[in-house]
C-alpha cells in the first residue's frame, strides 16, 4: 500500500531528468563565451534538423534499416518534446545567460557574423 506512488515518482523523476536536455547541453557549454539566449531551444531545433538529414549507411540489412528509420522517429520525437520545455528551462535560465551575453568579449561575439567584411 505505501508502494503505489512509487510508479508515479519514478516517472516524474525520470521526465524531470530526460527534460530539457538543451537547456542543460546550453548551460555546460563553455564555446562562444557562456550560454546563449534560448540557446537550449537552438540546440534542439538543430539537432531536429541533423536528424532529419540523416541517411542509413549503405549495405545495411533491410532490417537495419527500418530499425535506423524508427530510432530516427524517436529521437526527433524526444527532441520535438523536449522543446518547450526547453523553452521553460531557457526562460527560468534567462538572467545567466544575459549576463554570459553582456560580459562576453566583444571578438567572439562577433566570430559568427555573416555580414562581417574584416577578413
Same mark, same amino acid.
Given at each position: ?9 519514478l ?21 562562444? @563565451?557562456?550560454? /546563449? ?6 540546440a ?14 549503405? @549495405?545495411?540489412?533491410? @532490417?537495419?534499416?527500418?530499425?535506423h ?31 554570459? /551575453?553582456?560580459? /562576453?568579449? /566583444? ?10 567584411d574584416?577578413?
Open positions: 500500500m505505501r508502494y503505489r506512488f512509487l510508479p508515479p515518482a516517472g516524474a523523476a525520470l521526465l524531470v531528468g530526460l527534460s530539457g536536455c538543451g537547456t542543460m547541453e546550453n548551460l555546460v557549454t563553455k564555446e562562444k @563565451g557562456g550560454p /546563449a539566449v534560448y540557446g537550449g531551444v537552438s534542439d531545433f538543430k539537432t531536429c534538423q541533423k536528424i532529419l538529414k540523416e541517411e542509413p549507411p549503405d @549495405g545495411l540489412h533491410p @532490417g537495419a534499416k527500418s530499425l528509420s524508427h530510432s530516427k522517429a524517436v529521437r526527433f520525437c524526444c527532441r520535438m518534446i523536449d522543446m518547450p520545455i526547453s523553452t521553460v528551462g531557457d526562460t527560468l535560465t534567462l538572467p545567466f545567460a544575459l549576463v554570459g /551575453a553582456t560580459s /562576453a568579449p /566583444a571578438q567572439t561575439a562577433r566570430e559568427d557574423d555573416p555580414f562581417d574584416e577578413e
